[in-house]
């Protein structure tokens, strides 16, 4: 089953899509996806062979978890959203379980975002959330990204306070990838309620990260934006 899950992502290689790719996802020296491998296979196709594979085991998502081509570790992640779906309780704690030790290969923000919330933020809706205070304080990048989308799954079901506090937590990190992830879970927030966002920014806009602060008035209208705008 593994074998032909990996062949019926070669047979949809696409080479100047995978160049595309590399470049996007910044697999360059030095930079956050240094060594990533790309086939060049869509996302939706890699959706379409998820849904061929639901009963592949968790031994199998994790050989695919562990692999350096991208779409085989992001098609795992798909199954494994399958799998905590039709999961019960018991299975649920075990698939979120599996995900928190399998962070390390959750190493790009399309994994991440594809993922997260869908495990994590589902598990830990009506659950202690400490974990992912923990994660926010990671030294690993993409921890931090998870405890931060995760929280969107809490956002959509109109509890805002978690996203709030991890969100502060956050205001002074130092990379583009978590200003955009918190500013982002700032804007689903003003969606939903306007004024609970508001009342982040206003204790919070002089100071935190530019592009933070435009994410999270993306939606905002033209007096608004000018006024957040204004330091």
Do not use: C
């Not at 020296?29 to 594979?53: C, H, T």
């Not at 309780?89 to 995900?99: G, R, V």
């Not at 206003?202 to 100071?207: D, V």
């Amino acid at each position: 089953m593994l074998t032909q899950l990996k062949k019926n992502l070669l047979n949809l290689k696409n080479p100047q899509k995978a160049e595309i790719m590399r470049g996007f996802f910044k697999t360059g020296k030095g930079q956050y996806g240094e060594g990533d491998i790309f086939l060049g296979v869509s996302v939706p196709d890699q959706r379409k062979i998820a849904k061929k594979y639901p009963n592949l085991s968790i031994e199998n998502i994790q050989k695919l978890l562990w692999s350096k081509i991208h779409e085989e570790r992001l098609t795992a992640l798909f199954i494994l959203i399958l799998k905590y779906r039709k999961a019960d309780e018991q299975e649920k704690k075990e698939i979120f379980d599996f995900y928190l030790t399998n962070t390390k290969n959750i190493n790009n923000w399309d994994l991440v975002d594809s993922s997260a919330e869908h495990i994590l933020g589902t598990y830990l809706l009506e659950k202690d959330k400490s974990i992912l205070y923990q994660m926010a304080k990671s030294e690993n990048l993409w921890e931090r990204r998870i405890s931060i989308m995760s929280t969107f799954h809490f956002i959509k079901n109109n509890k805002f306070n978690d996203a709030l506090k991890i969100s502060k937590l956050l205001l002074n990190d130092d990379h583009d990838l978590i200003h955009k992830a918190v500013g982002w879970m700032l804007r689903e927030i003003g969606k939903r309620n306007q004024n609970e966002e508001e009342n982040f920014l206003e204790k919070h806009h002089k100071t935190m990260p530019r592009t933070m602060l435009r994410y999270s008035i993306e939606k905002f209208d033209e007096t608004k934006r000018k006024h957040y705008l204004s330091k």
